[in-house]
């Protein structure tokens, strides 16, 4: 018996919170009048935030001149996106609770390659690079949901997976929704913006409702691109497999595809000490 997704979140006994100052920057990606003096004080508020966000920012990955002692420095050393960027993925990554058989270090690392992937091709096509980055970080926390509320259910579903079998096929037939649908639901619970929703929720199949949603195009790729990697597959190989009608949807074509997507593939996630 399939289940639906209020039966997925009412086995949730307590669903993840993110820290409020996460909430209120995810919610003002769109606002042209965001105001960062604010937002610094309520992060260097959240110490757990500020220790992490500060520990990378001095990382040899930043490779700064100088040691950075406040989220302030960090803000005139890197920029006010980059900051954004730190306090929004170490917010999620803090929330979210060690499972028994799910490698919840391995999803946030795909989740952050998805991310900066969507990112580059939202970028691209000119589109807003924070909330395509955003979209494709969340867009597979339904999986993490799933593992949470239906832990035999997901289980089973990964064994499908391991076996060749397509994650969003064996999940619609296996609960009725894929993980994708449960991610929106998560974001429309934590009262995120519609855009950021949508384009999470259709990232599953940006093109099902006729008219491309560009934003999911962007995710839905990201995390194509993200998945292959992850299987070790060549640039080669992704560029020959890739899902050109998507890729279309964002007005890139096929000759783009061929001369710039290998920069692409070559980018490092600038997040991954976070879950070290």
Same mark, same amino acid.
Not at 219 to 232: K, Q, S, Y
């Given at each position: 018996?399939?289940?639906?997704?209020?039966?997925l979140f009412d086995?949730?006994?307590?669903?993840?919170?993110i820290?409020?100052v996460?909430?209120?920057?995810?919610?003002?990606?769109n606002?042209?009048?965001?105001?960062?003096?604010?937002i610094?004080?309520?992060?260097e508020?959240?110490?757990v935030i500020?220790l992490k966000v500060?520990?990378?920012v001095?990382?040899?990955h930043?490779?700064l001149?100088?040691?950075?002692g406040s989220?302030?420095?960090?803000?005139?050393?890197?920029g006010t996106n980059?900051?954004k960027t730190?306090?929004?993925?170490s917010g999620?990554v803090g929330?979210?609770?060690?499972?028994?058989?799910f490698?919840?270090k391995?999803?946030?690392?795909?989740s952050?390659?998805t991310?900066?992937?969507?990112g580059w091709?939202a970028?691209?096509?000119?589109? %807003?690079?924070?909330?395509?980055?955003?979209?494709? *970080?969340?867009? !597979? =926390?339904?999986?993490?949901?799933i593992?949470?509320g239906?832990p035999?259910?997901?289980?089973e579903?990964d064994?499908?997976?391991?076996a060749g079998?397509?994650?969003s096929?064996?999940?619609l037939?296996?609960?009725?929704?894929?993980?994708?649908?449960?991610s929106?639901e998560l974001c429309?619970r934590?009262?995120?913006?519609d855009d950021?929703?949508?384009?999470v929720?259709?990232?599953?199949d940006?093109l099902?409702?006729?008219?491309?949603?560009?934003?999911?195009?962007?995710v839905f790729l990201g995390?194509?691109?993200?998945?292959?990697l992850?299987a070790?597959?060549s640039?080669d190989q992704?560029?020959?497999?890739f899902p050109?009608?998507?890729a279309?949807?964002?007005?890139?074509s096929a000759d783009?595809v %061929?001369s710039?997507?290998?920069e692409m593939?070559e *980018?490092g996630? !600038? =997040?991954?000490e976070?879950?070290?």
């Amino acid at each position: 018996m399939p289940a639906s997704i209020n039966q997925l979140f009412d086995q949730i006994h307590q669903l993840p919170q993110i820290p409020e100052v996460v909430r209120t920057i995810v919610k003002q990606l769109n606002d042209p009048n965001f105001h960062m003096p604010q937002i610094v004080k309520d992060v260097e508020k959240e110490q757990v935030i500020t220790l992490k966000v500060l520990r990378l920012v001095n990382s040899a990955h930043f490779g700064l001149s100088r040691k950075v002692g406040s989220i302030e420095e960090a803000v005139t050393m890197l920029g006010t996106n980059q900051l954004k960027t730190l306090v929004i993925a170490s917010g999620f990554v803090g929330s979210f609770p060690k499972l028994a058989n799910f490698d919840l270090k391995q999803f946030w690392r795909t989740s952050f390659r998805t991310a900066t992937h969507a990112g580059w091709l939202a970028t691209q096509a000119g589109l %807003q690079t924070d909330i395509a980055y955003t979209a494709g *970080l969340i867009a !597979d =926390l339904g999986n993490v949901l799933i593992h949470l509320g239906l832990p035999s259910e997901a289980n089973e579903i990964d064994q499908h997976v391991k076996a060749g079998n397509s994650r969003s096929d064996i999940e619609l037939r296996r609960l009725g929704f894929v993980t994708p649908t449960a991610s929106a639901e998560l974001c429309r619970r934590w009262k995120f913006p519609d855009d950021l929703t949508q384009a999470v929720e259709q990232s599953a199949d940006p093109l099902a409702s006729g008219t491309p949603n560009r934003l999911a195009c962007a995710v839905f790729l990201g995390r194509f691109t993200a998945n292959a990697l992850e299987a070790n597959q060549s640039s080669d190989q992704i560029i020959k497999a890739f899902p050109l009608t998507v890729a279309e949807g964002l007005s890139l074509s096929a000759d783009f595809v %061929q001369s710039r997507l290998h920069e692409m593939l070559e *980018l490092g996630s !600038d =997040l991954d000490e976070l879950i070290d």
